[in-house]
């Protein structure tokens, strides 16, 4: 590697790092490894080269450069670290006068501090390498040809790990501060994160390119070098940021799922920021439909977050958060009580326990604010009730928050119809809903392996999408469904739930879609009432 060409900030030998590079900028990428040891290491490699006496003056100075900006990066640490977290660190620069208090960017920083608390306690599996057999293609004789068999290959990506703490997406337009708040959760990551490091996403797929170019060089054209390109990156840090997250190449796009799973199953916890909400990226591009696995990894396994602060006409500000959060950590119950508070009454915030009654039964509402109410699962769905019952709470309230949804299996159908028959009196009564649920909602009535095993069964390929909505016509004829009706009622609840999280439905009749808010607020308490008219 030629001296000069590339600058990183990470604390090891020159030889055994590959710094994440990009058209020549620097990355910061932070080890708990002491500066002076790694900068002597440094010197003692580079000048242990054979070299031409010009030349030393140049490096000299370039190992003193190195040496200060080593220096100044842990000191940045230890003065973050002393802090205790984003929201302290937040505090002080406003006591300070650098930052002005804005109270929904103090929402987003609470989603930060969570991240903070998780990563204190987290600790990365160690990383091993895919060995280079493994990633070369399957060579078939003959008779495989044939007749098959040879036997499953072993998959070159693993697991992405349980306890892998959830990462952060934020969007915004330009200026709503993305830059700010990076640096501020750069700055005060735990002193438990090992390794951090901080790059332009362009430069890094420019530098996985150069990577993968050279992989295949190296060891013939055919073999997957993704596996192994993203084991490299995390030994370099278990935090990686993002600044300005995109896709408008077809390259890119054809192997960002691979290498962000590959990554995750690595334990790399991924921040990042970008200018779309990640169903807009991509967007119109070549064979999008081979994107679309990534946006669903990006929304499942990072917490997506809206920079922009909304024109808002009531006095609790719009969570900056999607009304879905998936996984049941420690972040689902703050999800759930913003939005309670959001969609509650903001004059009297404190919940309240209520009684209806369907045709001379009693159906316990445990908390109330406004016309928002608030279940667990087991409230709502495991104590039995009736359409009946769903219609009338929907008459009775405009928004739902559902909370703890367990990820249920076939042995669950019974949990499933009657959580599909709540969601679609919510859907037709155009109510609102917010959800916390322990899987994805692709994997929310049937799990990921019975999905994989039914089309495994029917000669679909492994590595076929396992999203029930996009299968639903392969699986319709399966043992996981007691006919083609049900699974095209499974398949209609998710396509229902997915329109119910979009902006659009959310803020609709709620004054918040631009300057003539009350008007249209107006105008859909007409619409929903006359709709309550009709159905009684």
Not at 380 to 387: E, G
Request: hydrophobic share 35%; proline share 5%.
């Amino acid at each position: 590697m030629r001296v000069g060409t590339r600058c990183t900030a990470s604390l090891r030998p020159l030889t055994a790092s590959r710094g994440l590079i990009g058209a020549g900028r620097c990355t910061r990428s932070i080890r708990t490894t002491k500066a002076p040891r790694a900068a002597t290491a440094l010197s003692s490699r580079i000048l242990s080269r054979p070299i031409s006496a010009s030349s030393t003056t140049t490096i000299f100075r370039e190992c003193q450069s190195r040496a200060r900006s080593m220096a100044t990066v842990v000191a940045s640490k230890e003065r973050a670290s002393s802090v205790g977290g984003p929201i302290q660190e937040y505090d002080r620069r406003v006591e300070e006068g650098k930052l002005r208090n804005d109270e929904h960017q103090r929402g987003i920083i609470q989603n930060f501090q969570n991240l903070h608390d998780e990563l204190r306690y987290y600790k990365a599996p160690p990383v091993v390498h895919p060995s280079i057999e493994s990633l070369k293609p399957v060579k078939k004789s003959v008779f495989t040809s044939l007749f098959g068999g040879g036997g499953p290959k072993t998959p070159s990506i693993g697991d992405i790990p349980e306890e892998l703490p959830r990462g952060l997406y934020l969007y915004g337009d330009v200026g709503s501060g993305k830059t700010m708040l990076m640096d501020l959760l750069h700055d005060t990551l735990p002193d438990a994160v090992q390794s951090k490091t901080r790059i332009h996403f362009h430069n890094f797929m420019q530098d996985i390119h150069k990577r993968l170019h050279r992989f295949k060089m190296e060891h013939g054209r055919d073999i997957d070098g993704v596996p192994y390109i993203a084991a490299d990156i995390a030994q370099q840090g278990n935090v990686l940021c993002f600044d300005e997250f995109q896709c408008t190449d077809v390259a890119d796009a054809m192997i960002l799922r691979r290498l962000l799973e590959a990554l995750m199953s690595h334990g790399v916890v991924l921040v990042t920021t970008s200018n779309r909400h990640p169903d807009e990226l991509y967007k119109n591009g070549i064979q999008r439909e081979s994107f679309i696995p990534a946006i669903e990894l990006l929304k499942n396994r990072l917490h997506v977050i809206n920079l922009d602060s909304p024109t808002d006409y009531r006095k609790i500000p719009r969570p900056p958060s999607d009304v879905y959060h998936t996984s049941l950590d420690s972040h689902a119950h703050a999800h759930a009580e913003k939005w309670f508070r959001f969609l509650g009454d903001p004059d009297q915030p404190e919940p309240r326990a209520e009684i209806q009654r369907v045709w001379g039964r009693e159906i316990h509402v445990p908390r109330v604010s406004g016309r928002a109410a608030w279940f667990t699962f087991d409230e709502l769905i495991r104590q039995p009730k009736s359409a009946a019952d769903y219609i009338e709470l929907v008459r009775a309230y405009e928004a739902f928050i559902v909370t703890d949804i367990p990820g249920m299996t076939h042995q669950q159908r019974d949990l499933a119809r009657r959580f599909i028959t709540f969601i679609d009196a919510v859907y037709e009564g155009n109510a609102k809903l917010v959800l916390t649920t322990e899987k994805p909602l692709s994997e929310l009535f049937v799990s990921r392996d019975e999905i994989a095993e039914s089309l495994l069964a029917q000669g679909v390929k492994e590595d076929a999408s396992h999203d029930l909505e996009l299968n639903v016509e392969k699986l319709a004829d399966s043992n996981l469904f007691v006919g083609s009706e049900e699974a095209f009622a499974f398949a209609r609840a998710l396509s229902r739930l997915r329109h119910m999280e979009s902006k659009e439905w959310v803020e609709r009749g709620m004054g918040l879609e631009g300057k003539g808010g009350k008007q249209d607020k107006d105008n859909w308490i007409k619409t929903r009432s006359r709709q309550m008219e009709d159905s009684m």
